[in-house]
């Protein structure tokens, strides 16, 4: 039987000369190769310029919590909450007797869960006075995005009843970060929220709940933000350069 004749390319057949291995295998052609390994080079090149571009501009301490815009203690940017009902916080401790917390159901026990934590530690009594007056207004806590994606939390205590915003990302988190936060805007009820002093206040009332609550566990970074700032030799003069009055 004669054998038939080999297979002939198609003529616009783009791999017709590629080499090929002992079993017919198609191997890449050498230009291929030599072109994959120059742009893996530019990507890795790319990525380590991102790394360190970003740590060059990333946020000094004083400006984690810009100063306040739109009725809120700090500018979020636009702000998107839910529009579930809040429910009465039940069966927490007097300092947040009256508090609410609004949310899906999976949002609400972690909300309850944070905010246990005020009630499990020792306060200092200007943080329970006016988590106190903040229950008793019926104040609302729940989740919320916020455009600028890097700010914790953020009050709004002219409304009826004033309501703080945690950032989403803290549904995903430690409960008991959100505890500090709670502690940290409810501090403008009695400081004005755009004055340096006032937004040192309040850092100083959230580390305090930092250093009682979450002793021996990891800190969240609002808790490491806080201790940076106050460790600053003048926070004050920090805070007045990032729009503070």
Known sequence: MTPA?????????????A???ELQEQLLPRWFV???LAMALL???VAVVALVSSGTTRLPVAARRPPPSDGLTSDVGRLRAGDSRPVVYAGTCPTLRGVRIAGGPVDRAVLRRGLAGLCNTELPPRVDD???????????VRFAQFEATGVDSAAALARRPPAVFVN????RTD???????????????????ASARGALAARR????????????????????????????????RRLRAEGFR
């Open 130 to 140: 006016r988590l106190r007056r903040f229950a008793q207004a019926g104040g609302v």
């Open 34 to 36: 030599l072109t994959a």
């Open 205 to 236: 009332a959230e580390l305090r709940v930092c250093h009682r609550l979450l002793a021996g566990r990891r800190p969240s970074r609002g808790c490491e933000d806080a201790r940076r700032l106050l460790g600053l030799p003048d926070p004050l």
């Open 5 to 17: 004749p080999p297979r002939r390319p198609h003529p616009r057949d783009p791999w017709r000369r």
């Open 43 to 45: 990507a890795a090149a």
């Open 175 to 193: 409960p008991l970060w959100i505890a500090p936060l709670v502690a940290h805007d409810v501090t403008f009820l009695d400081a004005d929220p």
């Open 19 to 21: 080499p090929v291995g």
């Open 168 to 171: 989403a990302k803290f549904a």
